[in-house]
């Protein structure tokens, strides 16, 4: 079963519940965000674990794989979730995320942004497994994107994000079946 972390408006938790994926749980860090109203429409179970509401990144992460746990969670996808995991969470289950580009280039947050401000011809999508790191971990799929002249952060994000939408899903089922490790 597959517990997905999410902090925004959840296109790429649609993109998994579009597949059908063995989604038990949902957890957000932000109140309110838009992927929470899509979990509970399709009926997945959801929980806001705000850092504010814990002394600690562990004690936050502690509780909430506390919660994925007693969902039968086994395997967490980040979904545009932007905090970092720390030890005790990774400890307990193997996590991928996403990310909107060709790792290791563009880590963090404004991987479009840096992409287009570097000049490049292309980036990408990569699906890696989650590490204490930011977007180091084992990298497991990636597929290359161009950048079109003219590109905005939006023009090119759009173009990502489609890609994602179909190679998250992807990348999850092959890793649930054995056919992708790192």
Known sequence: MIGVLVSGRGTNLQALLDEALPIAAVASNVPGAGALARAEAAGVPTAVFALADYGSREERDTAMAAWLAGHDVELVVCAGYMHLLTRPFLARFPALN???????????????????????????VTVHVVDEGVDT???LVQEPVPVEPGDTPESLRERLHAVEHRLLPAAVRRYLAGGLRS
Do not use: I, N, Q, Y
């Open 98 to 124: 996403v990310h909107p580009s060709l790792l290791p280039a563009f880590p963090g947050t404004t991987p479009v942004e840096d992409a287009l401000a570097a000049g490049v011809r292309e980036t990408g």
């Open 137 to 139: 971990g084992p990298v």
